[in-house]
């Protein structure tokens, strides 16, 4: 389905009234979708179907996923909280996780940027610069 001009510019402001300091509150997304469905103006499908897609968007540039060989200290948890707190605002969901596959370094993801400090990337790296010469 098409949504019109209008319905995103709508579900661009219901989105935004929102949020809390940049932070998304559901309480708040509740009464907005609540008070949508009450009135239901023209479009309002599209104004969901819209709405919808920006908080999926949210949620996922909101998930941080930290992955090294070993399980990470506390403290180095802590700084990587502070920093990638500091970084992408506040309301990160933090998992940190193993993976031997990465034989050795970290690995970072926000949303859809990846910081890659492991062993096994840079030798894919080395590996690929021989490929190509």
Avoid: H
């Avoid at 929102?18 to 559901?26: F, I, T, Y």
């Avoid at 930290?66 to 180095?76: G, H, K, M």
């Avoid at 993976?99 to 050795?104: K, S, V």
């Amino acid at each position: 389905m098409r949504i019109s001009k209008q319905a995103k510019r709508e579900a661009k402001e219901l989105f935004r009234a929102a949020q809390v300091n940049g932070v998304l509150d559901e309480n708040r997304l509740r009464r907005a979708i609540e008070a949508l469905l009450a009135q239901k103006p023209r479009g309002y499908i599209g104004i969901l179907e819209r709405l919808q897609y920006l908080v999926k968007l949210d949620l996922f540039r909101r998930n941080a996923r930290i992955e090294s060989v070993a399980p990470l200290d506390s403290a180095i948890e802590g700084s990587l909280r502070t920093a990638l707190t500091r970084r992408y605002g506040p309301g990160l969901n933090f998992s940190f996780g193993t993976n031997p596959r990465l034989i050795g370094g970290m690995r970072v993801q926000v949303g859809s940027d990846v910081y890659d400090g492991s062993v096994r990337a840079r030798l894919d790296a080395l590996e690929n610069s021989f490929e190509i010469a």
